[in-house]
């Protein structure tokens, strides 16, 4: 079971990657699910729940920093804690 007292409000956006302005430290302390048109996704890097999207990294492609470039997939987005 999971206490929900102690755990911080679910922002509209939010970000895996630590140097980006949407990530919170204190929402990785706990297990969160994102799930996409009703399908839960494992890959998420970062999602907009009130713009209806997530990015997941894409298989082969990097960026010029030699992290993997982000796709962007539309539909309805429900973040929640496990």
């Known amino acids: 079971m999971t206490d ?3 755990q911080p409000a679910l922002p509209d956006r939010l970000s ?3 140097r980006s302005p949407h990530h919170v430290e204190a929402i990785f302390e ?7 048109n009703g399908k ?4 998420v890097e970062e999602y907009c729940i009130s713009e209806g ?3 997941i990294p894409s ?3 990097l ?3 030699g992290q993997p470039l982000l796709v962007t997939l539309k539909g309805t987005v ?3 804690y496990k």
């Not at 706990?30 to 996409?36: F, N, V």
């Not at 839960?40 to 890959?43: G, N, P």
């Open 4 to 6: 929900t007292s102690s």
């Open 16 to 18: 895996v990657n630590p």
């Open 30 to 36: 706990h297990d969160i699910g994102i799930t996409l």
């Open 40 to 43: 839960e996704r494992f890959d």
């Open 53 to 55: 999207w997530v990015k």
């Open 59 to 61: 298989p082969k492609a």
């Open 63 to 65: 960026d010029r920093r």
């Open 78 to 80: 429900e973040a929640f």
